[in-house]
C-alpha cells in the first residue's frame, strides 16, 4: 500500500524480484506487471528511493508458527494463549474475523469464536525463529531495534551502494527472504522516522508494505484519531477529547509549551508526532527497562495467603532473569487484575537495588497486603524497574543489616540448582497454594 501525492514521476518497485523502474527488465508487460518477473505485486512512490527508516512486524507471528508447524491448522482459527482464565496472546487472522484481538480475555475470544484452536504459547520455539528472523534483519543493517521478538525498527540510511539499490528494494528482498527460508509472512512500513515507519507498517497487513513520505505526512496524519499516537491510551484519549482534540490535526493549534502545561511530558510528543517529526534514532540493542513475571489464576483469590503463595514464586522468577542479565532493581512493581478487569499497579522505590528473591518478595508483600481489602483478584505480577549492573546491588546499610546473610544463603541456593537442576531445593512458601479447607458438615 503506497500513498501516493503529485509530484515528480514516482519510482516502482517490485516486492517480488525487487526490479525497479528505470533499471534493465526482460520485455515488455502489462502496466499492472513487472516486467522482470511478471509479479503484480508492484509498489510505487515519489519518495520510494530516499527513505530508509523501516519497521518489520510478523504477521501474527505466535499463530502463524504454529500453523506453520501443523498444516491441519491452515484454515482453521487459531488462538495462542493461556486456558480460559487466561488472555489472547496471538490470534490467526481466521480468527480476527470473529473479533478475536490479542490481549482480550480467553473466555470473551472463545465466546466470539467457540470453533477456535488454542494453543499454549511455546516461547522457546517463538524466541528462536525470532531470533533467526533478527540475524537477516542484522545482515541488512547493524542498525535493528528489537520491539518484540517479531518486531524490529531498522535504519538502513547509507545502505544503497552495499545492496545495489535503495532501502525499499532491501526491505522487500528481505521479506521475500524470510517467507522462503521460514514460511512466515511479516508486513513493512517505510518512512523517514520510527513514529510513522510503526504507522505505515499497520496500514497493510498481512503482507503488506506501506510507505508515509515527507510530503504527504502532515495530511495523512490530519484525520486520524490521536490514540494513533504512540502512548495515547484510553485515558488520554479521553482527557483530550473533553478538550476538543480528536482528531491529529486538533493539536497542530497548540504550541508545544500549552500541550507540556496541559498534559505533562507527553505533550512533547503530541506536539511533535503531529506535526510528523520524531527525532528518535534507531539503536540496537536498547537497555532493558524492566523485568517482571506474572500468572493468572484458574479462579479469582482475594485471601492473602493463597496470593502469598503465587508472590514468592513470580519474586524468584524475576529474580533469575536478573541474574542472568547481570541486572539489579531499584524499583519494585506489584501489578494486579480484579476480578472485574481493572488493572493496578502500585510501586516501591527500594534502599538501593537488589537482585535477590527474599528482597522482591518481602517488598511486593509489603504492597500485596494493603490492597487485599477485600476485592478478588484473577491475575498477580510482580517486576522490577529503574535497573542497573549487578555490581551495584546489595550493598547492605544499617537499615538492612541482614542484607549479607541473604546473600549468602541465595547464592548457596543459586549453586546448588546450577549443579542439581532449577527443581532440587526450594523454601516451603515456594510450594503450591492450597485453598482453604471447607468446614466438614456434621452428620445428622
Known amino acids: ?112 469464536c467457540p470453533d477456535a484452536v488454542v494453543i499454549r504459547p511455546d516461547m522457546n520455539k517463538y524466541r528462536s525463529v525470532g531470533r533467526q528472523i533478527r540475524e537477516l534483519m542484522e545482515e541488512l543493517t547493524p542498525l535493528v531495534e528489537p520491539l518484540s521478538i517479531d ?46 515507519a510503526k504507522v505505515a507498517s499497520d496500514l497493510d497487513k498481512p503482507r503488506g508494505f506501506a510507505i508515509i513520505g515527507k510530503a504527504e505526512a502532515k495530511r495523512f496524519l490530519a484525520d486520524k484519531p490521536v490514540g494513533m499516537i504512540w502512548g495515547v491510551g484510553k485515558a488520554l484519549q479521553a482527557t483530550l477529547a473533553r478538550d ?19 498534559y505533562g511530558a507527553i505533550g512533547r510528543r503530541l506536539y511533535s508526532f503531529s506535526r510528523g517529526e520524531d527525532q528518535r534514532k534507531v539503536t540496537p540493542d536498547s537497555p532493558t527497562k524492566s523485568i517482571s513475571a506474572e500468572t493468572t489464576f484458574d479462579e479469582d483469590i482475594g485471601d492473602l495467603a493463597l496470593l502469598r503463595g503465587h508472590l514468592w514464586p513470580l519474586c524468584e522468577k524475576v529474580a533469575r532473569r536478573l541474574k542472568a542479565q547481570g541486572l539489579a532493581g531499584g524499583t519494585v512493581v506489584l501489578k494486579l487484575k480484579t476480578g472485574s478487569f481493572k488493572l493496578i499497579t502500585r510501586s516501591h522505590r527500594l534502599d538501593g537495588s537488589t537482585r535477590l528473591a527474599e528482597v522482591l518478595y518481602r517488598e511486593a508483600l509489603y504492597i500485596l497486603t494493603k490492597e487485599c481489602d477485600g476485592r478478588v483478584f484473577r491475575l498477580i505480577g510482580v517486576g522490577v524497574s529503574e535497573l542497573e549492573p549487578l555490581s551495584h546491588a546489595d ?15 541465595e547464592d548457596a541456593l543459586d549453586r546448588l540448582r546450577d549443579k542439581l537442576g532449577p527443581d532440587a531445593i526450594a523454601k516451603g512458601r515456594g510450594f503450591k497454594p492450597m485453598p482453604p479447607r471447607k468446614p466438614l458438615k456434621k452428620s445428622e
Not at 545502505?159 to 527472504?177: D, F, M, N, Q
Request: proline share 5%; hydrophobic share 40%; aromatic share 6%.
Open 1 to 112: 500500500m503506497a500513498i501516493v501525492v503529485e509530484q515528480t514521476a514516482p519510482t516502482t518497485l517490485c516486492r517480488d524480484c525487487g526490479w525497479l523502474s528505470g533499471t534493465s527488465q526482460t520485455a515488455d508487460a502489462p502496466a499492472d506487471r513487472c516486467p522482470k518477473c511478471r509479479g503484480h505485486r508492484l509498489l510505487s512512490h515519489s519518495e520510494i528511493a530516499s527513505l530508509s527508516i523501516a519497521h518489520i512486524d510478523c504477521d501474527a507471528f505466535y499463530a502463524s508458527v504454529e500453523k506453520r508447524d501443523n498444516p491441519d491448522l491452515r484454515d482453521k482459527p487459531v488462538i495462542v494463549g493461556g486456558g480460559h482464565r487466561g488472555v489472547v496472546s496471538a490470534a490467526c487472522y481466521v480468527a480476527r474475523l470473529y473479533g478475536v484481538r490479542s490481549a482480550m480475555p480467553m473466555f470473551k475470544a472463545l465466546k466470539a
Open 244 to 262: 476538543g482534540i480528536a482528531n491529529i490535526k486538533d493539536l497542530l493549534a497548540y504550541e508545544e509549551a500549552v500541550l507540556v502545561g496541559r
Open 151 to 196: 518486531e524490529a525498527f531498522l535504519d538502513l540510511t547509507g545502505t544503497e551502494r552495499l545492496h545495489g539499490g535503495p532501502p525499499a528494494r532491501s526491505l522487500a528482498l528481505l521479506i521475500k527472504r524470510i517467507e522462503e527460508r521460514f514460511s512466515l509472512t511479516a508486513s513493512v512500513g517505510l518512512s523517514y522516522n520510527k513514529f510513522l
Open 395 to 409: 550493598q547492605g546499610s544499617l537499615i538492612d543489616p541482614d542484607r549479607p546473610r541473604l546473600i549468602r544463603l
